[in-house]
């Protein structure tokens, strides 16, 4: 069975950074777009930063550019999602989860990890 658990969340003062981490098992990341997403009480999920293992290509969300990055570990089943200038509008709870298209709507990813809360304080 599929797993991914994320971890890294916590509570920082604006400005600040925090790396979380997706661990995974039961499935290879090379093989698949990983993709963040958060999703902030009464809003829809939306989509932070993508990297496809295999082609090396990240994106990201206009509202992350130039203070989020998405990386993988070397020769692990590991996505990384490094983010500093965090920001209040940057709380939410953070997902990973894998699809086989790059994308950025939510349904089109096949597994899902449970979340790590992030919560940024002005």
């Known amino acids: 069975e599929v797993q991914l658990v994320e971890s890294g969340g916590g509570l920082v003062q604006a400005g600040g950074s925090l790396r979380l981490s997706c661990a995974a098992s039961?499935?290879?990341?090379?093989?698949?777009?990983i993709g963040w997403f958060r999703q902030a009480p009464g809003k829809e999920r939306e989509g932070v930063a993508l990297?496809?293992?295999?082609?090396?290509?990240?994106y990201y969300a206009d509202s992350v550019k130039g203070r989020f990055t998405v990386s993988s570990g070397y020769g692990k089943n590991t996505v990384y999602l490094e983010m500093n200038g965090l920001k209040p509008e940057d709380t939410a709870v953070y997902y990973c989860a894998v699809g086989v298209l790059y994308s950025w709507v939510a349904s089109e990813y096949h597994y899902w990890g449970q979340g790590t809360q992030v919560t940024v304080s002005s």
């Open positions: 039961g499935i290879t990341f090379g093989d698949y777009v």
């Open positions: 990297i496809g293992i295999t082609e090396g290509d990240t």
